[in-house]
């Protein structure tokens, strides 16, 4: 397949910039700098933006080619990549049109190419981000909000926060709307640490949050919507396409290593060359998976309608249950393929930081949790 031009200067990104840092940025548990700066340079982070406001105008497909082959050279990379394109998307197909958020794809996201960052998650409700504790107060044209979030990715590093809080005092848990607070509006006060497993340059400690504005920041519309339409289509489809990106990577090093093997009894085929075939069957599924997916939401252009069905729920969760399961079954695979070289943090063959770092997806929204929503409408679901 040939990949778009903002594809191509991601990967050179990502082998010439984040692969160099990835270790240390796993290491320290920072920010991967470097790699949002050269991004940043290269007005890459405005790929989701459309063109009518000067973006890249970039489709579901090519922001997954996109985060798969920045997370290709570093896993925690290629998730802040998502998060904020998921964000942008948010943005982008909920508050065009209106001249707060014109002006704000225009000058911030494009002409600065500013981050913006996500606060869904609260003490109270945990993984389940559509029910909020937190309510937007309006008064007149202004407005306050508070949340107690309990995971902030790179919120420090970011330039905005886009966050999920109830409609009113008075609206039900469900009842929310998405509220958009540029840098100097919001204060978040550090609650806890981000020491994990994987994932350690996502740098994601819980938060108080506390911002203000006018009530223009407001994104137009119920979150219920923007929920369906676009944030779990994004997240997991661009975060199916990351984690196949951190396995592909792991399997590449197992490759390699075969190859080697291959070279030192020339005429010979290695025995963990077959294991190695094997992955491949299942590496190839899984990037079907969300390329199927990301095709079929392309497809859809401004036909929105399918998105807020049953058949296209399930179908999301399926892709993120699955992927999130595959990708550290395939990072297995490239560890037992290599051996010791891989096990050792020190080898160029090393797989460790894949390994933690795929570790997150089953727990970044519970897979048990979206199975049980599944579970509840596979109940009901006709498949016509
Ligand atoms: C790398 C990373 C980055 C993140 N970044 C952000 C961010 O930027 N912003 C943000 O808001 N959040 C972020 N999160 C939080 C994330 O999206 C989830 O909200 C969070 O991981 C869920 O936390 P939890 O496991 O305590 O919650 P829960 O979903 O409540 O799960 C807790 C436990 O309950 C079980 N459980 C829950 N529901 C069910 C059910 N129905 N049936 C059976 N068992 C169930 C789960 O299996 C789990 O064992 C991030 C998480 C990760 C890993």
């Given amino acids: 397949m040939k990949q778009s031009d903002v594809v191509v200067r991601t990967a050179a990104i990502a082998s010439e910039v984040a692969a160099k840092h990835a270790a240390d940025v796993d290491k320290a548990s920072r920010f991967p700098a470097e790699t949002f700066a050269a991004l940043k340079q290269a007005k890459l982070l405005s790929a989701a933006v459309p063109k009518s406001h000067g973006g890249a105008g970039a489709g579901m497909l090519e922001l997954g080619h996109q985060c798969a082959a920045l997370a290709e050279g570093c896993g925690s990379s290629g998730m802040v990549l998502a998060m904020h394109h998921i964000q942008v998307a948010c943005l982008a197909r909920h508050g065009l049109g209106t001249p707060y958020f014109d002006r704000y794809l225009r000058e911030n996201l494009v002409e600065r190419q500013e981050v913006v960052a996500s606060i869904t998650s609260e003490n109270g409700t945990f993984g389940d ?5 937190c309510a937007v107060q309006v008064d007149g044209d202004k407005l306050k909000l508070d949340k107690d979030a309990t995971t902030v990715s790179y919120g420090a590093h970011a330039d905005a926060q886009l966050v999920t809080c109830r409609r009113t005092a008075e609206s039900a848990a469900s009842d929310q709307v998405l509220v958009l607070f540029e840098k100097g509006t919001y204060t978040l006060d550090q609650t806890g640490t981000w020491d994990t497993l994987g994932m350690r340059g996502t740098c994601s400690p819980g938060a108080k949050f506390s911002g203000h504005g006018g009530a223009e920041q407001i994104l137009p519309g119920l979150f219920a919507d923007s929920s369906a339409q676009t944030m779990v289509p994004y997240s997991h489809i661009l975060w199916s396409a990351l ?3 951190i396995a592909s990577d792991a399997l590449g090093r197992a490759a390699q290593f075969v190859r080697g093997e291959a070279r030192k009894k020339p005429g010979t085929v290695p025995p963990n060359a077959v294991r190695l075939a094997r992955a491949n069957v299942d590496l190839q599924a899984m990037r079907h998976n969300w390329e199927s997916c990301a095709i079929e939401f392309d497809e859809l252009g401004d036909d929105r ?19 999130s399961e595959m990708a550290p079954k395939l990072v297995h695979e490239a560890l037992q393929i290599i051996g010791i070289m891989a096990y050792k943090n020190d080898s160029k063959f090393t797989v460790g930081r894949h390994y933690r770092d795929v570790l997150s997806a089953a727990l970044m929204v519970s897979n048990e949790r979206i199975a049980g929503k599944s579970a509840s409408m596979l109940l009901v679901f006709k498949d016509d």
């Fill in 129 to 133: 981000t559509r029910s909020s504790i």
């Fill in 243 to 245: 984690w196949w990106g």
């Fill in 305 to 323: 309608a399918p998105l807020d069905q049953m058949a296209w729920a399930l179908r999301m969760n399926q892709l993120k249950m699955s992927a």
